[in-house]
């Protein structure tokens, strides 16, 4: 199976910055996955990245504040927009079947 | 959308004990996975089971999806074992995203 490579592993940003999150793959896959884990949370699906079109996105989840790049299909970057404390989560890229990435864990103070 | 619903949300065991954790879902899936995450974080799949039974040592998943559950066991539990176990679905119309439940908290003691 693939092998998911993500960056950076955790973050500490001051609120009303913007964080990018890289997230390569060793494969070429159709279809990456972004997900939110909220403290003490679930997973939720943010948004759905396919190469050559633009993201699609989850109830709950918008461009603006979550806009991703898909420039080819090994590569995707994940950017949290003007962050707040709210924000403070683990997020994980995956792809079409099994693998997910170790995660970047971001605290926003 | 698809329901997830895992059951016990916590769970305590002595090291040595058994256990069975359920997920029930509303719908049909083409795809089941069990997840542990460690208490660091990390998320591992441990089965990928859409119907059927599997094993792996001491763990073993048995997923009916005509009645809609799957069920996880863990034999000899170990304290390395403690974390939080998800079951996640993708249904026929969510292509490969996955749709997970809120978990179970085990937590096993020595």
């Known amino acids: 199976s693939a092998v998911i490579s993500q960056k950076p592993s955790r973050d500490i940003c001051q609120r009303g910055t913007s964080l990018t999150i890289q997230c390569q793959v060793d494969?070429?896959?159709?279809?990456m996955f972004w997900y939110r884990q909220q403290p003490g949370q679930s997973l939720t699906l943010i948004a759905t990245?396919?190469?050559?079109?633009?993201?699609?996105?989850e109830s709950g989840f918008v461009i603006d504040k979550f806009p991703i790049s898909r420039p080819n299909l090994t590569f995707s970057t994940l950017t949290v927009s003007n962050m707040s404390p709210e924000d403070s989560s683990i997020y994980l890229c995956?792809?079409?079947?099994?693998?997910f990435g170790s995660g970047t864990r971001l605290t926003v103070v | 959308g698809i329901q997830v619903e895992q059951s016990p949300p916590d769970l305590i065991l002595q090291e040595g004990a058994n256990s069975t954790l359920r997920c029930n879902f509303s719908?049909?899936?083409?795809?089941l996975q069990w997840f542990h995450q460690n208490p660091w974080g990390q998320l591992i799949n441990l089965f990928y089971?859409?119907?059927g039974t599997k094993q792996n040592g001491r763990l073993s998943a048995t997923t009916v999806a005509t009645e809609r559950y799957s069920l996880l066991y863990i034999s000899s539990s170990q304290t390395t074992d403690s974390g939080v176990y998800f079951c996640?679905?993708?249904?026929?119309?969510?292509?490969?995203?996955?749709?997970f439940g809120k978990g179970t908290s085990l937590l096993v003691t020595p």
């Open positions: 719908d049909s899936v083409n795809n």
């Open positions: 990245a396919n190469q050559g079109s633009e993201a699609t996105y």
């Open positions: 995956s792809v079409d079947t099994v693998p």
């Open positions: 089971i859409p119907s």
């Open positions: 996640a679905v993708t249904s026929l119309g969510s292509g490969y995203a996955l749709n």
């Open positions: 494969s070429q896959v159709t279809m």
